[in-house]
Structures are given as structure tokens and as C-alpha cells.
T-cell receptor
Framework: GESVGLHLPTLSVQEGDNSIINCAYSNSASDYFIWYKQESGKGPQFIID?????DKRQGQRVTVLLNKTVKHLSLQIAATQPGDSAVYFC??????????FGGGTRVLVKP | EAGVAQSPRYKIIEKRQSVAFWCNPI?????LYWYQQILGQGPKLLIQFQNNGVVDDSQLPKDRFSAERLKGVDSTLKIQPAKLEDSAVYLC???????????FGPGTRLTVT
């Protein structure tokens, strides 16, 4: 399939290790943040979200941390699997529920 | 539940030609979005519909791009005339309401030569 992006920051991780993907956002008024996973040839897929009044939220093998002081968001993936190989985007939802995506990070899982 | 459908999946045209993309959202989703994703970047919203009305088209290059959702279901996005910088993946997404989760289609990859 076609590549989502050729010059993205890349995180190489050994299968079974934990992954941490970071994102800086720009709008301090954003009240909702989402992490998406995009596999080659597919559209972005929702992973987990967090509201601005929270600093941590956990899902299945994923945790999102929000630091509003420095406008930083991170996604932690526990026990990374080959199926986690993809490009990951953070997005912020601001006025009018408009989604603004950040730059992506490519995760490559090594067997 | 069927996902968001888009066609064609790939399109190659020469600059100055016109092209149209089609999107069929998830049944019952009133809100429909078109995004442009340039290689190596995150998707950028072009236009948002609520039923058959435009909510936000502030980032749509209206001199060459147009979109419609006449019956509040399917939507088409047109580019006329295309420029080299329009080469990108065009993603359609839908949600039940603006505040709800957006579901993305597979996209149409456009190459302008």
C-alpha cells in the first residue's frame, strides 16, 4: 500500500517493549485531545481521547498523558506488537469542534 | 456497520485538468468532513457539512475547490483546475454530530503531474 509519509519522525521499538510518542499542541483553549493511528492505505483510526480537565487516561494497552502547563501530550503503548506499526497523530478539538492535527510519528516495531 | 466509503481510491491527472471525489458516510451520520493530507503531514480540514449545509469552509481554496452534499448523505469534492500542489490524499470522515467521534474513510490518493 502507499506510504502515509516518507519524512516523519520515526520511533523504532522492539516487540514487547513500551512505546512513548510525544506531541506538542498549540491552542491552550482546546478542550479535547485525541490520538489517531493511521496504517498505510487507510484513514486515521481513533485510539484514545482525553479532556482538558484530566491529566491521564488509560485504555487497553494505551495511556494518554496531558500536561497543560507545557502544552504537551503523550501516548504510551504497552508491550508493543507488530500490529502497532503505523503513523500516529495527535489532534486537538477547539472551537466549533474543529479537529486540528499535529505532525505524525512513525512507529516501527522490530520483531 | 459499514464504514465510510470513498471512490476512486487512486487518481492520476495532469495539471489544469479537473477531478471529482465521492464519499458515502456512515448511515445516520449528519456531519461530514473533507480533509486534505499532504504526504508527511496530518490531515487538514477543507470543509465540514451538517446535513446539506456548510458549517466551515474557511480552509477550502474556493477558486478551484468545490464540494456539495445536496441530499445530506453522499458528498462530492471537485478540483478544477488542478495544480501540482494538490497532490495529496483526500479523506472523508463522518460523525453523528459535530461533538462526536469522527470515522474516516480510506481516502483517495490524487497525483497531479
Amino acid at each position: 500500500g502507499e506510504s502515509v509519509g516518507l519524512h516523519l519522525p520515526t520511533l523504532s521499538v522492539q516487540e514487547g517493549d513500551n512505546s512513548i510518542i510525544n506531541c506538542a499542541y498549540s491552542n491552550s483553549a482546546s478542550d479535547y485531545f485525541i490520538w489517531y493511528k493511521q496504517e498505510s492505505g487507510k484513514g486515521p483510526q481513533f485510539i484514545i481521547d482525553i479532556r482538558s480537565n484530566m491529566d491521564k487516561r488509560q485504555g487497553q494497552r494505551v495511556t494518554v498523558l496531558l500536561n497543560k502547563t507545557v502544552k504537551h501530550l503523550s501516548l504510551q503503548i504497552a508491550a508493543t506488537q507488530p500490529g502497532d506499526s503505523a503513523v500516529y497523530f495527535c489532534a486537538e478539538k477547539g472551537a466549533g469542534n474543529k479537529l486540528t492535527f499535529g505532525g505524525g510519528t512513525r512507529v516501527l516495531v522490530k520483531p | 456497520e459499514a464504514g465510510v466509503a470513498q471512490s476512486p481510491r487512486y487518481k492520476i491527472i495532469e495539471k489544469r485538468q479537473s477531478v471529482a471525489f465521492w464519499c458515502n458516510p456512515i448511515s445516520g451520520h449528519a456531519t461530514l468532513y473533507w480533509y486534505q493530507q499532504i504526504l508527511g503531514q496530518g490531515p487538514k480540514l477543507l470543509i465540514q457539512f451538517q446535513n446539506n449545509g456548510v458549517v466551515d469552509d474557511s480552509q477550502l481554496p474556493k477558486d478551484r475547490f468545490s464540494a456539495e452534499r445536496l441530499k445530506g448523505v453522499d458528498s462530492t469534492l471537485k478540483i478544477q483546475p488542478a495544480k501540482l500542489e494538490d497532490s495529496a490524499v483526500y479523506l472523508c470522515a463522518s460523525s453523528r454530530a459535530p461533538k462526536d467521534e469522527q470515522y474516516f474513510g480510506p481516502g483517495t490518493r490524487l497525483t497531479v503531474t
